[in-house]
T-cell receptor
């Protein structure tokens, strides 16, 4: 049969806007979450992480929010720049060690 | 500190052949994980090695195998290649503490013709 490509949700923003990328996870036992950025032709690059005993963590221009009640994770990017254009993945860890389960990804397009 | 290094960067093979991919983790990292990335399925976990032992395995057929050496370097092998094996194969390393971020290499892009 014909294979269907993965249709990535896309978020288009203007340079200087704030961006919010959302992620739903299904495993209530997940206790560690990470956001990765992947540019074309490169491997995923770590952005920020958060453990389940926190609900917010801030980095440089980025903030991750965790809502365990509804199993939702979001990544906020302040003052989005064209260099932020990439695919963003959330990942969760429930196995204790180095086994991450990745979401399907969101493409962020930033126009000047 | 050098990052995760994967070789080769690109590979073209034909159906039925086998292929070996190589990964050198960040110095001091003892855990190496492999992921397959395709447009249709996204990033899928293949297996994870620590101290030369496979500790976790994803849901892939036995044609996919791997190993880790005493210096933490790892290889993965795919035998009897199928068209559907065309993908970006990513290696990631970590120091191996519980709940720790993975550092990824740039991947090996495998095309099966």
């Amino acid at each position: 049969g014909e294979s269907v490509g993965l249709h990535l949700p896309t978020l288009s923003v203007q340079e200087g806007d704030n961006s919010i990328i959302n992620c739903a996870y299904s495993n209530s036992a997940s206790d560690y979450f990470i956001w990765y950025k992947q540019e074309s032709g490169k491997g995923p690059q770590f952005i920020i992480d958060i453990r389940s005993n926190m609900d917010k963590r801030q980095g440089q221009r980025v903030t991750v929010l965790l809502n365990k009640t509804v199993k939702h994770l979001s990544l906020q990017i302040a003052a989005t720049q064209p260099g932020d254009s990439a695919v963003y993945f959330c990942a969760e860890n429930t196995e204790g060690y180095s086994t991450l389960t990745f979401g399907k990804g969101t493409m962020l397009l930033v126009s000047p | 500190k050098a990052g995760v290094t994967q070789t080769p960067r690109y590979l073209i093979k034909t159906r039925g052949q086998q292929v070996t991919l190589s990964c050198s983790p960040i110095s001091g990292h003892r855990s190496v994980s492999w992921y397959q990335q395709t447009p249709g399925q996204g990033l899928q976990f293949l297996f994870e090695y620590f101290s030369e032992t496979q500790r976790n395995k994803g849901n892939f057929p036995g044609r996919f195998s791997g190993r880790q050496f005493s210096n933490s370097r790892s290889e993965m092998n795919v035998s009897t290649l199928e068209l559907g094996d065309s993908a970006l194969y990513l290696c990631a390393s970590s120091r191996d503490r519980q709940n720790e971020k993975l550092f990824f290499g740039s991947g090996t892009q495998l095309s099966v013709l």
